[in-house]
C-alpha cells in the first residue's frame, strides 16, 4: 500500500536534492532509526514513534538534516499507531502528542501532515521562551522579512518564492521572537503547500511535481516541501526583524504594498499572536519593541514573482544592510529547554 | 522600549502608544483596542469625563479650535468608543448613556 497519492507527475529532470523518488527508495533510513527518532528542527526538537515505514520513512526524508539520533532532555513526542476502534472509525490511525491523542484517522495517506499539524499545534501550546506569531519568515542581509497571516492567505507559497529567489528561510508557519533580544529563531518545517498553489510551486521548483501528496483533512491534498530543495541554503539564527508585510491574496495580477503605521501592524501581530493569551500584556511589550525596529506594510499579492518583485523593491527602500555576518556563519543556540518531557 | 511608551490610564486599562496612535489592552477583557490618531485623541481627553459635550471643549480648548468643528470631527470616534464600552473601562466605572 503506498502511502501518498502522486499528482501531476512529469518529466522534472534532475531532481534536486531530497526529492528524488529513486533516491528515496535507495536511502534508507539510517539503522537504529525505528523508533524512536529524534529531530533538532531549529529552535523544536520532535521525537517520532512509528514502527510504520510508511510514515518514518517521508518523515525521515524530509527532516534527515535535522535528525540527531539519541534522545534529548526536550522533545515534543510524537507517536504514530495503528489501532482499532469499535465506533466509528474501526481500523485506523492513531496520532499522540505528548502521549494525548490529537488525530484518529482512517487513510494513510493522511497521516504525514496530520503529524505536521500535530507537532504545531504542540509547539504553539508548549515551547516556552518564545513568542509566537503565525507567519512565514525569511531573511535576507541579516534581517528577517515576516509575513504574519491567517490560514489560506499564501503565506507558505510565497515563502517558498522567495527562497528559490535567493532568501533564507526560517518558517512558513512561526515566527519565533526571542523576548530578550527580539531576534527570531528558525523552525525551518518543511513547507506545506496547498493543491491550489501546486502549479505556482511546480513552475519555478519542477521537481515538486514529482513529489506525493496527501489529505489534510478540510484544508484538501497538500504537499509537503523540504525547503533546501527550492535552493540550497544554512539556516540563519537570532535575526532581527527587519521588515513585516502581511499579506492577502488578491485575484489580480499587480500586487500592491502599502505602508501601514506601526501601532496598526501592533494591533494585526496581536491577532495573529499563538502566545497572547499565555503572555499577555507582556506581548505588547515585545511585539511593539518589534515594530518600531521595523519596516510595516499591508501586502495585497497578485502574480507570484510580481509579488516577490514589489517586495523586494520595498526591502530595499526600508531596509538596510546590516553587515552582519552571513548567516551560515552564526553560531547555533543551545538547544531550547521544554521543561516537564523526559526531565532527568 | 525606545519610542513607545506604556503607561496605564487607570488601573484595568494598559496603553501602548507608538507615535500618534497606541493600541490599548484591557487585561481583564483580554481585548484589544487599535486606536488611531483621532481616537487617541479623544481617548486621552476622556479620562474623568463622561460627557460628549465636556470632551468636546477639552479638545477644542487644546487644538484652539470651535467647539462644533471638533464636535463635527471626533463625534464619530468617540460615538465609536461608547459603542464598544471603552468610555466606562477608562473611567473605571460603568458606562452611563
Request: hydrophobic share 40%.
Amino acid at each position: 500500500m503506498s502511502t501518498a497519492s502522486t499528482t501531476g507527475r512529469r518529466d522534472v529532470g534532475p531532481a534536486l536534492d531530497g526529492y528524488n523518488p529513486a533516491r528515496r527508495a535507495s536511502c534508507p533510513a539510517p539503522p537504529g532509526l525505528e523508533s524512536p527518532a529524534y529531530y533538532r528542527i531549529g529552535a523544536v526538537t520532535v521525537c517520532l514513534h512509528s514502527a510504520d515505514a510508511r510514515f518514518r520513512e517521508p518523515f525521515h526524508h524530509l527532516y534527515q538534516r535535522h535528525y540527531i539520533g539519541g534522545p534529548t532532555l526536550s522533545a515534543v513526542h510524537i507517536r504514530v499507531d495503528r489501532i482499532i476502534r469499535v465506533r466509528p472509525l474501526g481500523r485506523c490511525f492513531r496520532i499522540c502528542v505528548d502521549g494525548e491523542e490529537r488525530f484518529l484517522l482512517r487513510k494513510p495517506q493522511a497521516v504525514l501532515p496530520h503529524v505536521e499539524w500535530a507537532i504545531n499545534a504542540a509547539v504553539a501550546a508548549t515551547l516556552p521562551r518564545y513568542h509566537q506569531l503565525h507567519a512565514g519568515v525569511v531573511a535576507r542581509d541579516g534581517f528577517a522579512l515576516v509575513l504574519p497571516a491567517q490560514p489560506q492567505c499564501g503565506k507558505s507559497t510565497l515563502t517558498a518564492r522567495l527562497i528559490s529567489r535567493g532568501w533564507s528561510y526560517l518558517s512558513d508557519e512561526f515566527a519565533l521572537i526571542d523576548p530578550e533580544t527580539l531576534s527570531l529563531d528558525p523552525y525551518p518545517k518543511a513547507l506545506c503547500i496547498k493543491e491550489g498553489s501546486f502549479e505556482i510551486v511546480d513552475a519555478f521548483c519542477p521537481a515538486a511535481g514529482a513529489l506525493p501528496s496527501y489529505e489534510k483533512s478540510w484544508k484538501g491534498r497538500v504537499r509537503l516541501i523540504d525547503p533546501q530543495a527550492l535552493r540550497p541554503h544554512r539556516t540563519p539564527w537570532g535575526i532581527p526583524v527587519g521588515m513585516i508585510a502581511f499579506p492577502r491574496y488578491v485575484a489580480r495580477p499587480a500586487p500592491t504594498l502599502h505602508p501601514l503605521s506601526r501601532a496598526r501592524a501592533l494591533f494585526q501581530l496581536l491577532g495573529v499572536c499563538f502566545t497572547f493569551g499565555r503572555y499577555r500584556a507582556a506581548t505588547l511589550d515585545v511585539l511593539g519593541g518589534v515594530v518600531e525596529r521595523a519596516a510595516c506594510f499591508q501586502l495585497e499579492s497578485g502574480e507570484i514573482d510580481a509579488t516577490c518583485d514589489v517586495l523586494e523593491a520595498a526591502w530595499r527602500a526600508h531596509v538596510p544592510t546590516s553587515g552582519r555576518p552571513d548567516p551560515a556563519d552564526l553560531t547555533h543556540p543551545e538547544e531550547p529547554v521544554r521543561p516537564g518531557v523526559e526531565a532527568a | 522600549m525606545p519610542e513607545a511608551t506604556r503607561w496605564r490610564i487607570c488601573r484595568e486599562v494598559v496603553v501602548h502608544r507608538i507615535d500618534d496612535e497606541a493600541v490599548v489592552y484591557d487585561p481583564g477583557a483580554h481585548e484589544v483596542l487599535y486606536l488611531d490618531a483621532d481616537a487617541f485623541e479623544v481617548f486621552k481627553q476622556v479620562d474623568g469625563t463622561r460627557d460628549d459635550a465636556a470632551i468636546f471643549l477639552k479638545l477644542a480648548q487644546k487644538h484652539g479650535e470651535r467647539t462644533d468643528e471638533v464636535a463635527s470631527r471626533f463625534a464619530p470616534v468617540l460615538a465609536a468608543m461608547r459603542r464598544h464600552g471603552w468610555i466606562g473601562r477608562i473611567l473605571g466605572a460603568d458606562e452611563v448613556s
